[in-house]
Nanobody
């Protein structure tokens, strides 16, 4: 199973960006689809979760600014980043996960997001 994240790039603080993650198999078989990020010198962290019933959850630092969504027909998960901040600069990855957060698939290459002030 492959994970292909895209949509990253250079964005100004306060702007907007939408990330996409295409999965090479049906995503409705996974309890949750997550977005993660890894900033330079830091550990990878969970950013947002969406479950099969559409429930979402976010880390505090992005809640109200980021929106995760899914299109099962396209096997794609999205992350809309509104009003990004410099501290959102990172490589963003997606993965499938169990309800207790264990990732299920091999990591893809991710997509770099760089926020400029």
């Amino acid at each position: 199973v492959q994970l292909q994240a895209s949509g990253g790039g250079l964005v100004q603080a306060g702007g907007s960006l939408r990330l996409s993650c295409v999965v090479s198999r049906s995503i409705n078989r996974f309890k949750a689809m997550n977005w993660y990020r890894q900033a330079p010198g830091k550990q990878r962290e969970l950013v947002a979760t969406i479950t099969t019933d559409g429930s979402t959850n976010y880390i505090d630092s992005v809640r109200g600014r980021f929106t995760i969504s899914r299109d099962d027909a396209k096997n794609t998960v999205y992350l809309r980043m509104n009003s990004p901040k410099r501290e959102d600069t990172a490589v963003y990855y997606c993965n499938a996960a169990t309800v207790d957060g264990r990732t299920l698939l091999s990591w893809g290459q991710g997509t770099q997001v760089t926020v400029s002030s």
